[in-house]
């Protein structure tokens, strides 16, 4: 006898379990919308076909089951003999063994051959419809071997889809070879209806899965790889969906939706979208500018202590102008044009001869002597030992050279 203490705990623990799974059900009855066939919606043909094909499958599946189980029940019930009775011994029947194993092969064909017939229409994108948009497939959103399937023309509207902790971001092809002035969007894509639109389906930083369950099947997002689906939505409407890879801690957050407007409306948010990306980029480049004006202002004023050991400047080319005009004072370089008058110096000096008249024609080599030994050789009209004797020691070889080529040049042109 069972006792009161036992079975009382054992009912209630029932009764709870019912109440529990209940609770836990309706709150949850969204997420069963998928659990006896896949879901379609918004008239998308590959959708479509995977659940036809399914539920094909499931229906064939359901009359074996019944059928099967159906027989063998009913047999059981028809032939059941009482306690020590002998079984009749029956060995064989061609006729039901042939019937069944031909049956079954034939049930296999006809799954074979439907699944290939709606393998088309799953895989393979149909044109847009005449009302439909197109853009031109941008090759550059792809990587690694998988081709995108594309519509029999071509066209179509090609959408990058890309997976990131924890958000979607939608970056959409347009004609030119620059992505990065392109239309986007995060977590909720615009798409024009009567368009195929395919995905380009990518992941920025670990494994993500791309789901609009009304849409079509899920699709992994792998760093480095390119995956590709497509939809056709004849129906405006939202499609939510969600990232169906466990991804991190904000997975659950992941979230999708695909909103299907006609195609103007949708030119309309497109052309708006690009404007407001447009003008927020002016503003930071604006920010950006005032910010580098801001960095330098505080560099330039900044106590020399505080700035960072200046490098050592390059050796600059030696000018042989400025030598000309201020001479090297450091080192007692007189200038030159404190005496001389030279037109291109702009120097109008008298004490010694103007240089324009007395060094033309005159071999770089003849200006570099009269240089180095002003007394060897005195001008006509001049006294000897005005022009210093020192250019030779006060003058690096790289000066004189420069202030040669300089007068050489001014006087006697390039
Ligand atoms: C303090 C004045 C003075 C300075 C500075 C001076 N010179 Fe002279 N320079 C003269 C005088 C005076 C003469 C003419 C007498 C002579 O030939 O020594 C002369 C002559 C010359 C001549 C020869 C001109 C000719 O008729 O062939 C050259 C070339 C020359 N100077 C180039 C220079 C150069 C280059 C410099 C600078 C590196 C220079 N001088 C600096 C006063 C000066
Ligand atoms: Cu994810």
């Avoid at 059928?67 to 306690?83: D, E, F, H, P, Q």
């Avoid at 079954?104 to 439909?132: C, M, R």
């Avoid at 760093?223 to 990232?243: H, S």
């Amino acid at each position: 006898m069972r006792s009161p203490i036992t079975s009382l705990p054992a009912k209630n623990g029932i009764l709870f379990g019912i109440v529990l799974v209940s609770a836990l059900l309706i709150p949850a009855t969204g997420a069963f919308a998928g659990i006896l066939a896949p879901e379609a919606g918004g008239g998308t043909p590959n959708a479509e076909a995977i659940r036809s094909l399914y539920l094909l499958i499931f229906g064939l599946g359901c009359i074996v089951f019944f059928g099967v189980g159906g027989l063998m029940i009913w047999t059981i019930v028809r032939y059941r003999a009482s306690k020590g009775a002998v079984a009749v011994q029956v060995h064989g029947n061609n006729r039901l063994e042939v019937g069944w194993t031909v049956g079954a092969a034939l049930l296999l064909v006809l799954i074979s051959v439907v699944t290939f017939i709606k393998l088309d229409q799953i895989k393979n994108p149909p044109n847009s419809s005449a009302n439909g948009l197109s853009t031109p497939q941008n090759a550059s959103f792809s990587s690694g071997p998988a081709k995108p399937s594309l519509p029999p023309n071509g066209r179509s509207l090609n959408i990058d889809v890309n997976g990131q902790q924890y958000l979607w971001r939608y970056t959409y092809a347009d004609t030119d070879t620059n992505n990065l002035n392109n239309v986007f969007s995060y977590e909720q894509m615009v798409v024009p209806t009567n368009t195929t639109v395919t995905l380009s389906i990518r992941a920025q930083d670990v494994q993500h899965s791309w789901w609009i369950p009304e849409l079509g099947g899920k699709f992994d997002a792998v760093p480095g790889y390119t995956n590709y689906t497509w939809f056709n939505i004849t129906e405006p409407g939202v499609y939510d969906g969600q990232c169906a890879e466990l991804c991190g801690r904000g997975h659950a957050t992941m979230i999708a939706s695909v909103k299907a407007v006609s195609p103007d409306e949708f030119k309309l948010w497109y052309a708006s979208q690009k404007a407001s990306i447009v003008a927020a980029e002016k503003q930071a480049a604006t920010a950006r500018n005032a910010l580098i004006a801001k960095d330098a202002a505080a560099l330039k004023n900044a106590p020399s202590a505080d700035a960072p050991a200046a490098a050592p400047a390059p050796a600059a080319a030696v000018d042989g102008k400025k030598i000309f005009v201020a001479g090297v004072p450091a080192t007692g370089a007189l200038a030159c044009g404190s005496c001389h008058a030279l037109a291109d110096a702009g120097t109008t000096a008298a004490v010694g001869p103007n240089l324009d008249t007395t060094l033309k024609g005159q071999s770089a080599a003849m200006i570099k002597a009269s240089t180095l030994y002003p007394n060897k050789l005195i001008s006509k009209g001049f006294a000897a030992n005005i022009m210093p004797a020192n250019y030779g020691s006060s003058l690096t070889k790289a000066q004189l050279d420069a202030l040669v080529k300089y007068l050489n040049d001014a006087v006697n042109g390039k």
